[in-house]
């Protein structure tokens, strides 16, 4: 269908785990078992978004949200199965991801602008960063390394805000941000919905799901056990609990 913007096909993603610790060149020269296990993350999920659409991510924590988000993204290769995306996004996903740790948070916004080519597109990014974030001069000079978790969640928001893509991709920024802050991300989340973007949305909070998205996937251990109609999803959830 051609409005289906972003195609989840079997897809599932495999990393190379440690739980030993240093595994040395004389470990592997004396043959010492190998401590690294391929583990499968995400099992066989398969998802559909349309143009427009909000699908909320549900799940407990590990069970392979971001990690879906970042296979969506390109960030990460599935080991098996296919992701189509028909729009841009702003690849902004877990609480600072994609942001630079050493770099000032002015200079993290030149970087990301330039990478996303907004800067051409759009002259006031900077100062539509510097208002919604409403992170003072000070602290924009401040490397980011610096920041409070908070302030981390505004600054990214804030970016992956002032790029103008079809998708909008929101990994858990209400949970760190103060009661200001979450009202204004809230407010503005609905305001891009009535545009008619499309928004992937990772949340521990089913009420903030089941008002902000149509539709709803639930993770459990890397396995799609529930999707469909946000309310009812968001209700399973709950009672995992
Ligand atoms: N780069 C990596 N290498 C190895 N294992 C990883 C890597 N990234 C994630 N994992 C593992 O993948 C699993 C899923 O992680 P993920 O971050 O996707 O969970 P999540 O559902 O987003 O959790 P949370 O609610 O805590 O944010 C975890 O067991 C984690 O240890
Ligand atoms: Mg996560």
């Given at each position: 269908m051609s409005d289906v913007i972003i195609k989840v096909d079997n897809v599932q993603v495999s990393f190379w785990q440690n739980n030993v610790g240093v595994y040395s060149i004389k470990d592997l020269i004396t043959h010492?078992?190998?401590?690294f296990k391929n583990k499968v993350i995400l099992d066989n999920i398969s998802v559909e978004v349309r143009k427009g659409e909000s699908l909320g991510i549900l799940g407990r924590n590990g069970c392979g949200k971001s990690t879906l988000l970042r296979a969506i993204a390109g960030i990460i290769k599935p080991s098996k199965g296919k992701i189509t995306v028909n729009g841009t996004f702003a690849p902004i996903l877990a609480i600072g991801a994609g942001l630079e740790l050493e770099l000032t948070g002015y200079e993290n916004i030149s970087l990301l602008l330039a990478l996303y080519g907004t800067a051409r597109k759009n002259t006031n990014a900077v100062e539509n960063i510097k208002e919604f974030s409403e992170l003072s001069d000070e602290v924009l000079k401040m490397p980011v390394k610096q920041y409070s978790s908070g302030m981390v969640a505004r600054l990214a928001f804030s970016i992956s805000l002032a790029n103008d893509s079809d998708i909008l991709i929101i990994d858990e920024v209400l949970a760190v941000g103060d009661q200001g802050f979450q009202a204004k991300c809230l407010e503005k989340i609905y305001k891009i919905k009535s545009e008619g973007k499309t928004i992937l949305f990772v949340s521990h909070f089913p009420d903030d799901v089941a008002r902000i998205c149509n539709k709803a996937i639930l993770l459990e251990q890397g396995k799609l056990i529930d999707s469909g109609n946000s309310s009812d999803v968001c209700n399973h959830y709950r009672q995992l609990f």
């Amino acid at each position: 269908m051609s409005d289906v913007i972003i195609k989840v096909d079997n897809v599932q993603v495999s990393f190379w785990q440690n739980n030993v610790g240093v595994y040395s060149i004389k470990d592997l020269i004396t043959h010492r078992k190998s401590p690294f296990k391929n583990k499968v993350i995400l099992d066989n999920i398969s998802v559909e978004v349309r143009k427009g659409e909000s699908l909320g991510i549900l799940g407990r924590n590990g069970c392979g949200k971001s990690t879906l988000l970042r296979a969506i993204a390109g960030i990460i290769k599935p080991s098996k199965g296919k992701i189509t995306v028909n729009g841009t996004f702003a690849p902004i996903l877990a609480i600072g991801a994609g942001l630079e740790l050493e770099l000032t948070g002015y200079e993290n916004i030149s970087l990301l602008l330039a990478l996303y080519g907004t800067a051409r597109k759009n002259t006031n990014a900077v100062e539509n960063i510097k208002e919604f974030s409403e992170l003072s001069d000070e602290v924009l000079k401040m490397p980011v390394k610096q920041y409070s978790s908070g302030m981390v969640a505004r600054l990214a928001f804030s970016i992956s805000l002032a790029n103008d893509s079809d998708i909008l991709i929101i990994d858990e920024v209400l949970a760190v941000g103060d009661q200001g802050f979450q009202a204004k991300c809230l407010e503005k989340i609905y305001k891009i919905k009535s545009e008619g973007k499309t928004i992937l949305f990772v949340s521990h909070f089913p009420d903030d799901v089941a008002r902000i998205c149509n539709k709803a996937i639930l993770l459990e251990q890397g396995k799609l056990i529930d999707s469909g109609n946000s309310s009812d999803v968001c209700n399973h959830y709950r009672q995992l609990f």
